[in-house]
């Protein structure tokens, strides 16, 4: 049986060479199958923060879409529209929207404390409304009014006051964000895939504020907050480049 067996010749088996293992087309397939595994992961991770930002999207309760602001004197007077939830509710679960458009005055002094409201104008283009700004209950030195109505941030907007028969100050609001600076769903997005491990499986509501200091030149920054119905209130602050600072 051992002769017969070694009578019969098998076939050699070559192997790969070394130049095959380190060759072009060998490296080039493997590089690619890399590539593809790298590429479906991201494709993954991609679509698991899409997914993630078009529900906090459409879970919106309140956006604050831009805000224009000036000062007078002690008065610093800031204007924002957008969208918001009605009723008015921080409980986890966004409502239907209804637009707003809010006149906020704030007194850097005590010189009109004494007062309970403001009557005023706001001038958007050309059109002119009557206004009546009233004192914030738990702010003696600051004061509002909402228009109920949404304004597009193209407009011109000026705001004049009348404090006295001889003071009434009037002035034209410029943006608190610079041309470049993101808009509010580009905020939503960074703040979205910054939060979005601590609120997966969560229901929740979004807020999408303006923070601003008109005493510093740094500008207006977005503030995003995702309230879930548990109770828990997950935040941070959004650059106008886009960029998560807090």
Request: aromatic share 10%.
């Amino acid at each position: 049986m051992k002769k017969w067996l070694q009578k019969i010749k098998l076939p050699k088996i070559k192997l790969p060479s070394k130049k095959f293992w380190f060759g072009k087309k060998f490296l080039i397939g493997i590089a690619l199958v890399a590539v593809v595994a790298v590429g479906g992961f991201l494709a993954f991770n991609g679509a698991q923060k899409s997914t993630m930002y078009n529900t906090a999207l459409a879970n919106v309760a309140e956006a604050r879409h831009y805000m224009k602001r000036a000062s007078a004197g002690n008065l610093e007077i800031s204007f924002f529209s957008g969208m918001r939830e009605e009723p008015y509710n921080q409980d986890g679960v966004a409502g239907k929207l209804t637009p707003f458009a809010i006149i906020n005055l704030t007194v850097k002094d005590d010189s009109l404390k004494d007062f309970q409201q403001i009557e005023g104008t706001v001038k958007i283009d050309q059109e002119q409304v009557p206004v009546m700004l009233t004192r914030n209950p738990y702010d003696v030195l600051n004061f509002a009014t909402d228009l109920a109505r949404a304004v597009d941030i193209g407009k011109d907007v000026e705001v004049t006051l009348f404090i006295s028969s001889t003071n009434h100050p009037t002035v034209m609001l410029e943006n608190a964000m610079g041309e470049d600076a993101i808009d509010w769903k580009e905020a939503l997005r960074s703040a979205t895939d910054k939060v979005g491990d601590k609120i997966k499986g969560a229901k929740f509501e979004v807020y999408v504020k303006i923070i601003d200091n008109m005493a510093k030149d740094s500008g207006a920054y977005w503030y995003v907050q995702f309230i879930t119905t548990d109770g828990k209130i997950h935040s941070c602050v959004v650059a106008p480049d886009g960029s998560v600072i807090g």
